[in-house]
């Protein structure tokens, strides 16, 4: 079992920078890959980034890429967000998840894949 915490929402102007933490705790941290994905009022939830196991490879959706970077540190069972010049419609709450690979595969765009979730976080974008 894998608790997962978010942290570091809140509000902030257009061009402003966040940066999300998501702190993990319980079975081993660095054996999952991570996730963050964000659900905006009326929407569907979305993949945002990912990180894999050794944190060697990110994974972007195209409408934050260049924008906002993952990245982890297994002595503090943590993944991160950076999130610069943020816009309006980055507006959400931001979930992190955790996938522990399956026959050595991990489906790093696909929530349904995700084993765990946290509670989320708010982001709000001012314009």
């Known amino acids: 079992q894998v608790q997962l915490v978010e942290s570091g929402g809140g509000l902030v102007q257009a061009g402003g920078s966040l940066r999300l933490s998501c702190a993990a705790s319980?079975?081993?941290?660095?054996?999952?890959?991570m996730g963050w994905f964000r659900q905006a009022p009326g929407k569907e939830r979305e993949f945002v980034a990912a990180?894999?196991?050794?944190?060697?490879?990110?994974y972007y959706a195209a409408s934050v890429k260049g924008r906002f970077t993952i990245s982890g540190d297994n002595a503090k069972n943590t993944v991160y967000l950076q999130m610069n010049s943020l816009k309006p419609q980055d507006t959400a709450v931001y979930y992190c998840?955790?996938?522990?690979?399956?026959?050595?595969?991990?489906?790093?765009?696909?929530?349904?894949?995700?084993?765990?979730w946290g509670q989320g976080t708010q982001v709000t974008v001012s314009s």
């Open positions: 998840a955790a996938q522990l690979p399956r026959l050595g595969a991990i489906y790093y765009y696909t929530q349904a894949r995700y084993d765990y």
């Open positions: 990180i894999s196991q050794s944190g060697g490879s990110t």
């Open positions: 319980g079975r081993t941290f660095s054996s999952y890959a």
